[in-house]
C-alpha cells in the first residue's frame, strides 16, 4: 500500500546509536531449524503489535523493533519506536494453548506458544509434519491493506496462498475484513518441536489457519486487534475435553506492578496498574484485556438458542463463552503438562479448586469490579500472567471449530478509568462482531499540505473529505494540537457546515464509573467549511511558537447520521503530522519545493 508522505522541512540524514534494554524475559525460537516470520506486524490503527506464523503474536522472537516486547500503545509511526520518542508497549508476549484428552490412551496433550513455541509453520499434510515445511518460505505471515487489493495489488495479494487454505471469495480472490488482514497457518504434529516444559507432550495432530485484523478508526474501533483461529484436526486422534487459551504475559509499561482481573459476562480478562505511577505511562496507565467474541460449539437442543460458525447462524447452538481465567505470577509458571491443563481448567497447578479471596471456589480468578471496589479483586502487584479459556469441547479427527477473539486497549484519566474506557471499547468490539464487521464507514482521512514558516504553523487541506463522506453525511472539521505524536490531544478549531447542525451529543463512556453518558462529542457553530489553519501560539503550553521546535498536530474529517438510533452519532477520520516552524538561512538553496510529496511503500 502506498501513502503519500508531506515534506513539511529539509531532511537531514542522521546516524543514530540505538540502544535496546535487557529484556527481562528470556525468549527463544527453539533450536527447531524453520523459517520463522518474526517481523511482520499490523499496525493499521493506535496499537502495533507483531504476530508470527508459529501460534506467537504480540511477542518479538526477532527483536526488530528495538525491545523484546511485541504490543505497542498508543502507535503512530515506526520512527518513533526506533527513536524511542514512542516505545511505550502493554504486552511482552502471547500465544496460543491448547489442551486437549487423547480418548484412545488417555495422556494429557499439550501445545502451547510462550516463550518458546511448540508449532511449526505451514499446514499438515498425509495427516502429519511436512519436513518440507521446515524451509518453506511460503509459509510466511501474508499481509493484506484494504486500498491495496485488486487494482492496487501488493505482492501477498498477488500470491495469495489459497492452496494453504487463506480465505477466498467465490471467484477465488482475497477476502479482506478491516483496513489490514494478516494470516498465516502453523500445526503442531512435529514431535521434535514439542520442547516447552510447560508442554513436551505427543503432538495433537492440529492444523491452526489464524487471522489478525484491524480498522483504522478514530472511534474505539482504533484501539483493538483482532483474532480469528481455524482449527483443523488433521491427526488421527480423538480429542477429548478440549480447551482453547489466549496465554498472555502482559508488561503494563514496567512489569513489576500489574493486577489482573476478569469479567464473566463479557468473557474478558484484562490486566491494569497497581498505582497511578507507571514508569512508562507515568500517571494514566492503560488497561489491557484479551476476549472470546466466539467459541466453539455446543449443542444445547433449545430452539431459543443460536450461535454463529463459518459465517452462519445455527439454532439449537451456543457459542461456548469463557469457561476460566487463570493467573499467575512471574516464577510460578507451569513446570509440566499436568499444571498447565490444570490451568486451562481455571484449577490450581496442583488440581485443587481455586478459591477467591472471599473463600468462593470458583473457575474465574478476580471477577470483581476494580472500578466499583467490590467483589474478588486482585492486590499485591507483581509481573502477572495470565490466560483465557474457552472449553471444554471433543474434537475428532476432522473436525474443525473456528474461535474469535481480540486484544483491547483502554486508556483514561488514571489505571481505574483505564479498566472503564477498555471494557467501553470491548462493548464495541462485541457490536462489531454481531454486525459481522459490516460497519459504517468514515469519511475519507483529509489531505493536509503544510508550509515551513518562521515561528508560525500554517497548514491547508484539499476537499477530499467532503467528496468521500463514507457512510455519513459529511458536517466538518477538527483541528487539534497534541503533547506528542500519539497525544493527548486538545481541540484548537472547529469549521462545519452551516446546516443548523452544531453540538453533536452521543453516548460515550464515563471513566470514573464505566457507563455511558450522553455528551457533547462535536462542538460546531455552523460557522461555515474552511480548509486551512494558521497560528503563531503554542496552544498546549500557553506561549508563542519556537522555531527549530517540532509540534504535532491532527486535522479530523467528522460526518453525522442524524438518525436517533444511530450507534454512533458521528464518524471520523484524521491526519496527524509534525511540524517545525523555520525561517530560511542565508544562502540556502532548497532542492525541494512547497507541495512535493514523497511516495512511500509499506515494508511491514
Known sequence: MKKTLLVFCLILLMALAVFARAPQKSMSSDSKATILDTDTWIDANKILMIFSNDGAFATDLGGVLVKTDGLYYPYTDTSYIFSGEEDRTVVYASGLWIGAVDHGTHDTLICLAEYSEEYTPGPMVGGTFDPTSMTNPDFRVYKLYSDSLADNPNDDYTNWPADQGAPVDGDGNPVIIGDQFLWTVYNDADVLAHTNNSGSTEPLGIEIQQSVFAFDREDPLGEIVFMKFKIINKGGKDLRDMYVSLWSDPDLGDAGDDLDGCDTVLSLGYVYNGDNNDGSYGSTPPAVGYDFFQGPLEFTGDDADTAKMWGQTLAQYRNLPMSSFAKYINGTDPQNKTETYNYMQGLKPDGTDYTDNNGVVTKFHYAGDPVSGTG?????????????????????????????????????????????????????????????????????????????????????????????????????????????????????????????????LDD???????????????????????????????????????????YFYKVEAYSYNSDPQAIPKTMTSATSFTLTPSGASAGTDYDMAYGDTLAVTHTS
Do not use: C
Open 376 to 504: 474478588s479483586l486482585d492486590f499485591d502487584p507483581a509481573d502477572r500472567r495470565f490466560m483465557i479459556t474457552t472449553g471444554p469441547f471433543d474434537f475428532a479427527p476432522g473436525d474443525s471449530t473456528e474461535i474469535l477473539a481480540a486484544i483491547i486497549v483502554g486508556q483514561g484519566g488514571d489505571r481505574l478509568s483505564s479498566v472503564a474506557v477498555m471494557k467501553y471499547n470491548d462493548k464495541f468490539a462485541q457490536l462489531a462482531y454481531d454486525l459481522g464487521f459490516e460497519l459504517p464507514e468514515p469519511p475519507a482521512a483529509p489531505i493536509v499540505e503544510a508550509h515551513i514558516i518562521d515561528g508560525q504553523a500554517s497548514f491547508e487541506w484539499t476537499d477530499y473529505s467532503e467528496e468521500n463522506p463514507g457512510d455519513y453525511v459529511f458536517e466538518g472539521y477538527t483541528v487539534f494540537q497534541g503533547e506528542s505524536a500519539a497525544g493527548p490531544w486538545k481541540m484548537i478549531a472547529n469549521y462545519d457546515v452551516a446546516n443548523g447542525v452544531a453540538l453533536i
Open 508 to 550: 460515550v463512556v464515563d471513566p470514573a464509573s464505566g457507563a455511558l453518558e450522553q455528551r457533547a462529542v462535536k462542538f460546531g457553530s455552523d460557522n461555515g467549511i474552511q480548509r486551512f489553519f494558521g497560528t503563531n501560539q503554542d496552544y498546549i503550553n500557553g506561549s508563542s511558537l519556537n522555531n527549530i521546535t517540532k
